[in-house]
């Protein structure tokens, strides 16, 4: 299984991506490839090709550039909606955009569960703020 579709698209985009959700407002189109989810969770070709299949989720939190910015955006996320009192709509640009973290957030506590304890916190408590 190769994340190198991950790296590729990110590569353009990650540094905005980042930018955008330290801003407090995603505009740009890059959250398949920045928050993955699941296969089912999208009909859309971009949807289906940026999603992970349960074995990836592990291979994609392990991976030493891909899991470090998956971590460092959702320490991003928890900032903005815990710390800065961001609305979940304006920080994720749309009712989908949230649908879409909300889906990435529970794969992955589900696939790398005990793994990370501050991880799981961080998550626990932004799906806490999620509509």
Same mark, same amino acid.
């Given at each position: 299984?190769?994340?190198?579709?991950?790296?590729?698209?990110?590569?353009?985009?990650?540094?905005?991506?980042?930018?955008?959700?330290?801003?407090?407002?995603?505009?740009?189109?890059?959250?398949?490839?920045?928050?993955?989810?699941?296969?089912?969770? &999208?009909?859309? %070709?971009?949807?289906? #090709?940026?999603?992970?299949? *349960?074995?990836? =989720? $592990?291979?994609?939190?392990?991976?030493?550039?891909?899991?470090?910015?998956?971590?460092?955006?959702?320490?991003?996320?928890?900032?903005?909606?815990? &710390?800065?009192? %961001?609305?979940?709509? #304006?920080?994720?640009?749309? *009712?989908?955009? =949230? $649908?879409?973290?909300?889906?990435?957030?529970?794969?992955?506590?589900?696939?790398?569960?005990?793994?990370?304890?501050?991880?799981?916190?961080?998550?626990?408590?932004?799906?806490?703020?999620?509509?």
């Amino acid at each position: 299984m190769s994340l190198e579709r991950f790296l590729q698209a990110q590569a353009t985009t990650y540094a905005a991506a980042l930018s955008e959700l330290r801003a407090g407002r995603r505009t740009g189109h890059w959250i398949w490839w920045v928050f993955p989810q699941e296969p089912r969770a &999208g009909t859309s %070709v971009t949807s289906r #090709t940026y999603a992970l299949a *349960e074995a990836e =989720v $592990l291979l994609y939190w392990q991976h030493p550039v891909l899991g470090a910015r998956y971590r460092e955006c959702v320490e991003v996320v928890h900032r903005q909606l815990c &710390g800065e009192g %961001v609305a979940p709509f #304006t920080l994720m640009g749309s *009712e989908v955009g =949230v $649908l879409k973290l909300r889906s990435s957030l529970y794969l992955f506590r589900t696939q790398v569960q005990g793994v990370d304890a501050g991880f799981a916190t961080q998550v626990s408590e932004v799906l806490a703020r999620l509509p």
